[in-house]
């Protein structure tokens, strides 16, 4: 079970971001427990990756606070944000395509010997022991990373967020490019990762995704925070009410949910 | 060597099947998988070889490959290999410096002028700190004025075409007005050796040095690599494939001193230093191919053992990737364009040594093939791709060009159209050789 006695591992409270004179995320409170999954959900354009850029540190906040273990900090990059340890697996996976795996989970890190060269072979053989670990068929250490498949990407993307000790896992769209079996690692990863103690920031546009991850689900329409739930007390339907139409899970009558079949399979 | 054969026990037993490393391989392209040969650079060593080999047929008297004409392409080639080595920087960044050949005469002119008129002012003309009080003030000021662009292209997000284009303008300007157009000479005679020339070699025998020196390093760094690799468990290059590597590059590299030191002394100067007429004198290696060798290694260090070169690759292979690693995407942009005008500052300096007299016309077009050496030597304008080897290479290349076609008596225009036709060549069929590779 998860504690939620003491003070969530992080908060987000009033967050505001706005692009020009639209807000793309609105006065926005979340929060995450240790061993906890949040999923964040919503449809595009809901602000839900602006939201999380906020705290991984690629974009600042305009107004509202960060607080990690009750405590408020300040993050304005993405250095910031990993020294606090937080990591965060972008959807675009944000890797250097031209630099090969070990390099690209060190990239900013790297190790060095203690004359301040690179140290390959240590970057390699720590890359080697992680991916034994996460993705045993992954074998290619030395090409570059635009000559691997979608699935080895996203191998390396995760092997960087969790090989330096995170507190606090972003997860946008983890499993968005990935086939059946690779989407099915990546959810034993999750697992395996909550076990740990870790919290987890999930954001995905598949609803099932999350239903079946979560241990809550925060809902964002426009911008704006619709509600945040228990995933035991919601049924997927009810999600998909707050996700496109606002409405809160005792709002939702037979009528909605049957005009939300009727409009098709819009969970995607 | 009792070392390498201790290695290759150990990888005969990784392996499991002793005798196995030493079979033939079936095809070249296993070869060089197999040894792990970078084919790219394989690839330019096998055009500089064509084309040397195809002038030496076609000119005249078969004058190309004589020691002399090597010798004097080595210098040729050094200027704008010292600086094709900053510009691949640069340009894996997805930026330019075409402000280059500018920078060059303003920095030039400013160095000629320190050991022409404010030194000798101060104590006299020749004093034997005068060389290096000018070479440091040109280093300063070329890592200065790149740097100030370079700030420009990354704080204030101007495109730095559009920045190095002002500078091309503007330092060109100012290299005038150093001295109202005037031509500085002659230069302080210690200054004169940075340029090679008649007294600028280091004679047979340190050339010698210098080529045991080099294969010491490169079988040092390659027994090195191994034993780093092995104490990780990890696979090891085939044992062929290391010996040859080595025996192969370090047989270059005697073979080159070898062949440029029968470039003798001329016999009117070995008659004025009162030797019996007849002696053979070598030259050796000019002094500004040291800096340009010096220069490839440690650029080829910063590229590959820094994390500034790390960085600089990063984002070059994806800026935004780069920022969101916590990288300082900012300074590192500045710190290739100040890298850049160190490297200018070093080429002025040489430049204006050879030629003895530092004009406001130095390095005209310089620019254009400071990139074009680079270009052809694999450097890719869509980002994060280039060696400092390649660009070196390239720099061999478009001189051995232009050395080969002096040679057989090309006019000048004929020659930039050939030039010209040989960049877009290199360029179109390394496009054509990665989107194979791509496939």
């Not at chain 1, 995933?231 to 909605?256: F, N, S, Y």
């Not at chain 2, 037993?13 to 792990?36: L, N, T």
């Not at chain 2, 079988?219 to 040859?244: D, H, N, S, T």
């Not at chain 2, 008596?409 to 004929?414: G, H, Q, Y």
């Amino acid at each position: 079970m998860i504690d939620r006695s003491g003070p969530p591992l992080v908060e987000l409270r009033g967050i505001r971001v706005a692009f020009g004179g639209v807000h793309a995320v609105d006065d926005v409170t979340v929060d995450l427990y240790p061993g906890e999954v949040v999923g964040l959900v919503g449809g595009n354009g809901a602000g839900k990756t602006t939201l999380i850029r906020t705290l991984s540190g690629a974009h600042p906040a305009d107004s509202g606070e960060i607080l990690i273990d009750g405590r408020p900090v300040s993050i304005n990059d993405p250095r910031d944000a990993k020294e606090l340890g937080i990591e965060t697996i972008y959807q675009t996976l944000a890797l250097a395509d031209n630099i090969d795996a070990p390099g690209n989970v060190f990239l900013g890190r790297e190790l060095t010997t203690r004359l301040g060269n690179l140290d390959y072979t240590a970057m390699e053989d720590a890359t080697r022991k992680l991916m034994s670990r996460l993705n045993p068929n992954f074998v290619n250490f030395v090409a570059p990373v635009q000559s691997l498949s979608g699935g080895q990407r996203q191998s390396v993307a995760i092997a960087r967020a969790v090989h330096f000790n995170a507190r606090i896992v972003i997860m946008d769209e983890p499993t968005a490019a990935l086939g059946p079996a690779e989407t099915a690692q990546v959810h034993g990863l999750i697992r395996q990762l909550k076990e740990e103690g870790l919290g987890i920031f999930l954001i995905s546009h598949d609803i099932h995704d999350v239903y079946d991850l979560a241990d809550r689900i925060s809902v964002m329409l426009q911008g704006r925070l619709v509600g945040t739930v228990n995933r035991d007390d919601v049924t997927v339907d009810e999600v998909l009410a707050m996700i496109i139409m606002g409405k809160q899970p005792g709002e939702v009558t037979q009528r909605d949910i049957a005009e939300l079949h009727e409009g098709g399979p819009v969970s995607g | 060597m009792t070392e390498t054969e201790v290695s290759a026990t150990g990888r005969a037993r990784d392996e499991g099947a002793p005798g196995r490393a030493f079979q033939p391989p079936r095809s070249w392209r296993s070869i060089v998988r197999s040894a792990e040969i970078d084919a790219r650079l394989a690839g330019m060593l096998v055009a500089l070889a064509l084309i040397w080999i195809i002038f030496q047929l076609i000119t005249p008297g078969n004058t190309f490959l004589t020691p002399r004409n090597l010798w004097n392409l080595s210098v040729q080639s050094s200027v704008v290999a010292i600086m094709a080595t900053g510009m691949v920087l640069i340009i894996v960044t997805r930026n330019i410096d075409l402000s280059v050949g500018a920078v060059m005469a303003v920095v030039g002119m400013v160095m000629g002028a320190i050991q022409h008129d404010f030194l000798p002012d101060l104590w006299r003309f020749d004093h034997p700190a005068t060389w290096i009080v000018a070479l440091v003030i040109g280093l300063a000021l070329g890592a200065a004025v790149g740097a100030f662009q370079g700030v420009i292209v990354a704080y204030v997000g101007v495109p730095s075409f559009i920045v190095t284009l002002g500078g091309f303008l503007v330092w060109r300007g100012l290299a005038w007005r150093v001295a109202s157009g005037q031509t500085i000479a002659p230069m302080d005679s210690n200054f004169r050796l940075l340029g090679g020339g008649s007294q600028g070699t280091i004679g047979g025998t340190w050339s010698w040095v210098v080529g045991i020196v080099a294969c010491v390093a490169i079988v040092a760094l390659q027994l090195i690599k191994r034993r780093q690799r092995a104490r990780y468990g990890f696979r090891l290059r085939p044992m062929w494939a290391e010996v040859g590597l080595v025996v192969v590059s370090c047989g270059a590299v005697l073979a080159a001193i070898w062949y440029l030191n029968r470039y003798y002394v001329p016999a009117g100067v070995v008659e004025q230093r009162g030797l019996p007429p007849g002696t053979n004198i070598s030259q050796g290696l000019a002094i500004p191919v040291l800096i340009a060798l010096a220069v490839a290694v440690v650029m080829t260090f910063i590229a590959t053992r820094r994390r500034f070169g790390r960085y600089v690759y990063g984002i070059g292979g994806n800026p935004e990737a780069a920022e969101l690693a916590g990288i300082k995407t900012k300074s590192t942009i500045v710190k290739t364009f100040g890298l850049m005008g160190l490297l200018v500052g070093l080429a002025a300096a040489v430049q204006i040594a050879r030629l003895n007299a530092a004009v406001s016309s130095l390095g005209t077009g310089m620019e254009l093939n400071v990139i074009a050496a680079a270009v052809i030597g694999g450097t890719s304008f869509t980002g994060g791709v280039g060696t400092i080897a390649g660009a070196v290479l390239g720099a061999l290349v478009m001189q051995s060009l232009v050395s080969g076609m002096v040679l057989m008596r090309i006019d000048a225009p004929l020659q930039d159209v050939v030039v010209g036709i040989v960049l877009v060549l290199a360029v179109t069929l390394d496009t054509i050789v990665r989107r194979r590779a791509a496939r």
